[in-house]
């Protein structure tokens, strides 16, 4: 009664550090299409980017909003977690596209799917 486990979970690993999660994680976010995706920036939340979707192609996370690439990342070095509402993803990752800086954006779905079985 009180040790069911959710079968409906999408990744197998419970450590968010390990290799597994993340590829896992990545392959959870491919083609989520997103409503706008956020960068904190000195403690204020600023719109990057409005509209777009996520992609996991050759080992990394794209992100694109506004008709551009907004965000790209190796998959092995971004730290990624879903908001509680299940209506988006935080992602920490040195950023590729931008100079390997590493930032933290909040993509925020378009839409929210249930989780896959």
Known sequence: MFGRKNKNHWTK?????????????AAHLHG????CVTERINGI???VGKGGSITYRNGEIIVFSS?????????????AWELMSLDGVVITAPDTEHGGE?????????????LDN
């Open 32 to 35: 989520m299409s997103l409503k």
């Open 102 to 114: 590493e930032r933290t954006i909040i993509a925020h779905y378009s839409y929210w799917r249930p």
């Open 67 to 79: 008709m551009e690439t907004v965000f790209r990342c190796d998959v092995l070095q971004m730290n």
């Open 45 to 47: 939340e600023e719109i």
């Open 13 to 25: 690993s419970k450590n968010p550090d390990s290799k597994r999660y993340k590829l896992d994680m």
